[in-house]
């Protein structure tokens, strides 16, 4: 079933240089980008984006994080896209991740880990939405 799905390239992975990188692992998967843009999230911003999350101890570390600096914000589209990209990502800790995988070859740590993929189809819903404007998303 064709899917969307949200994709941040986050800040330790735009600071690295390796957002072409990683939209290129995607692209070689089958993967279509719908739509794209960059920038800087205010700390309401990503509070609102992560809070289900706001609970956890390391929620202000992470919004620290998140605000650091630049973000690469994407809608991904195809065929099971939500399951087949969280594959491609890897595990949330770099160090379980599979060879191969976005978060082994860029992540620091389990923080820092490169990227972010929406985990179900009602996320993937609620996070395209929250970044994106129904004329930004691209027929293709
Ligand atoms: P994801 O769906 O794989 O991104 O993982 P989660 O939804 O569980 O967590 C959201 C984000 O919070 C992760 O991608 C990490 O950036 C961060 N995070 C998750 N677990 C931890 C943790 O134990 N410690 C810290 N510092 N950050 C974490
Ligand atoms: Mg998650």
């Known amino acids: 079933m064709i ?33 794209i843009k960059m920038l800087t999230l205010s700390r309401k911003v990503a509070e609102g984006f992560y809070y289900v999350h706001k609970d956890k101890g390391f929620f202000n570390s992470l919004i620290d994080f998140m ?43 389990i923080e820092k880990n490169a990227v972010h993929g929406s985990d179900a189809v009602e996320t993937a819903d609620f996070e395209t939405r929250y970044f994106f404007n129904a004329f930004e998303i691209n027929e293709r």
């Open 3 to 35: 899917q969307r799905t949200l994709s941040i390239i986050k800040p330790d992975a735009v600071k690295k240089n390796v957002s072409g990188k990683i939209i290129s692992i995607l692209e070689e998967n089958g993967i279509k980008i719908v739509a």
């Open 67 to 109: 605000t650091s600096g630049p973000v690469v914000v994407m809608i991904l589209e195809g065929d099971n896209v939500i399951e087949k990209y969280r594959k491609l990502m890897g595990a949330t800790n770099p160090e379980k991740a599979d060879a191969g995988t976005i978060r082994k070859l860029y992540a620091t740590d």
